[in-house]
């Protein structure tokens, strides 16, 4: 049962990661989010940057089964997200980043390059990971937090493990 408002904030991030709406995280989640971000910006799943998005979104849901997966069926629900992200993350939020860096690296690469992404190219990530509009197009902007145009992985890896861990 979700109780505290941190607990409360955590479940609706939820659904940021059921892409299909099933009413559980599996793996298929995450290989559907890769497919819609390389449709996204034209890149083709064969290419080496193709290759390392599927590759980091195996990686993330391996680290998400591990952490949150109680039962071991290869499927997280709601109640194992927020239980796995309340009481393994909220103490270590880097570790929720370290397990999300492969992805987010890639699809940085995907979408922009090694030298950050411009925040137009981040609001169109998140629409496709399935943010509204204009939520997306505010958050981008805000972690471009140097000023510099370009959000850059320690930026967009900080504001994720912040996201899904910080209950502010």
């Known amino acids: ?3 505290s408002e941190y607990e409360r904030r955590i479940a609706a991030r939820f659904a940021g990661f059921d892409q299909d709406g099933n009413g559980y995280i599996d793996r298929e989640d995450f290989m559907a989010a890769a497919k819609a971000l390389l449709a996204e910006f034209g890149t083709a799943a064969r290419s080496d940057k193709g290759q390392a998005l599927y590759i980091g979104a195996e990686a993330f849901w391996q680290g998400m089964a591990g952490i949150a997966d109680r039962d071991g069926d290869q499927r997280i629900t709601r109640e194992e997200f927020v239980n796995g992200a309340v009481k393994r ?3 270590n939020p880097d570790r929720f980043a370290e397990i999300a860096r492969p992805f987010l ?3 940085l690469a995907v ?3 090694d030298a950050g992404v411009g925040v137009d190219d981040t609001s169109r990530v998140l629409r496709v990971l399935g943010v509204d ?3 997306a197009a505010q958050a981008a902007a805000q972690l471009d937090t140097d000023g510099d145009g370009r959000i ?3 930026e967009i890896v900080s504001a994720f493990a912040r996201y899904f861990t910080v209950p502010e």
């Open 111 to 113: 979408a922009g390059g």
């Open 133 to 135: 509009g204009d939520v």
């Open 1 to 3: 049962m979700v109780t």
């Open 105 to 107: 690296h890639a699809a």
């Open 89 to 91: 993350l909220r103490d």
């Open 152 to 154: 850059d992985e320690e």
